[in-house]
């Protein structure tokens, strides 16, 4: 046999075991594919991948939700005038349906100390960080003790921290609905101190075992479920809650 041809099967054979050696994939080697781009498609920034697709609006590889959609875990007001300052008011009427227990206040705090205190300070001084700098101006109030926080209906309170009030801006994405709540209820425990009285444990037998001692609301209780499209507030318009 001709040395020429021994090396041409020599490589043929080489060749053979260098692909099938390839193909095999373990641990992080993923193997070599033939057209990867047949198997794998390529990614795109949702909402934000201009001229792209000339059927949807400005170019994005996502169309934007149905006007009104809310998302899982997510909460809105169903009234026209929400994010205004008649929904700010209007929501005063709006209660929590979330315990002030103890676990959940302590919850509060923990979401408090993440997103509220570079502002409001660790105890409700407004002396945080950020107010402290001098780049933002504190809140007219001077803290959590004074009586505005004190009497500020938690409805009001949710509301702010839904849509926002004055430099205040929404920390909806932030919070879900029930976060939204255990903070509040924190920040009514560094208001009120030692008078500060805590709901029951979930799971109580107890008749008040969700009841709200917050003084601002003096004994309104708390429904555990979710209020349903047909409750009404007190000014004749629909509140709901959508939550996990």
């Known amino acids: 046999m001709k040395a020429n041809t021994i090396l041409k099967y020599t490589l043929v054979a080489g060749l053979a075991s260098v692909c099938l050696v390839s193909c095999v994939s373990s641990g992080d080697n993923t193997g070599i594919e033939y057209a990867p781009n047949m198997y794998i498609s390529q990614a795109y920034e949702p909402f934000s991948q201009e001229k792209n697709f000339d059927y949807n609006p400005n170019g994005m590889t996502m169309r934007l939700p149905v006007n009104g959609t809310v998302a899982r875990g997510q909460s809105t007001f169903i009234y026209s005038n929400a994010n205004t300052a008649e929904g700010y008011e209007a929501s005063s009427s709006y209660l929590p349906w979330v315990a002030a227990t103890k676990e959940n206040v302590a919850e509060g705090q923990r979401l408090y100390d993440i997103y509220c205190w570079h502002c409001h300070g660790k105890s409700g001084k407004n002396d945080g960080p950020i107010v402290k700098s001098g780049k933002f101006p504190a809140p007219s109030w001077p803290n959590y003790q004074g009586d505005y926080i004190k009497n500020l209906p938690v409805g009001k309170a949710y509301h702010t921290i839904t849509y926002g009030k004055g430099l205040m801006g929404s920390h909806a994405f932030m919070l879900d609905p029930e976060e939204r709540w255990k903070v509040i209820h924190f920040v009514k425990s560094l208001a ?23 003084k601002s609301l003096a004994d309104a209780s708390i429904e555990g479920d979710v209020p349903s499209s047909d409750d009404e507030n007190a000014s004749g318009q629909v509140e709901i809650e959508i939550h996990k």
Do not use: I, V
Not at 203 to 213: E, N, Q, V, W, Y
């Open 192 to 214: 009120y101190g030692d008078d500060f009285e805590y709901s029951a444990a979930a799971g109580s037998s107890s008749a008040d075992s969700l009841t709200m001692t917050d």
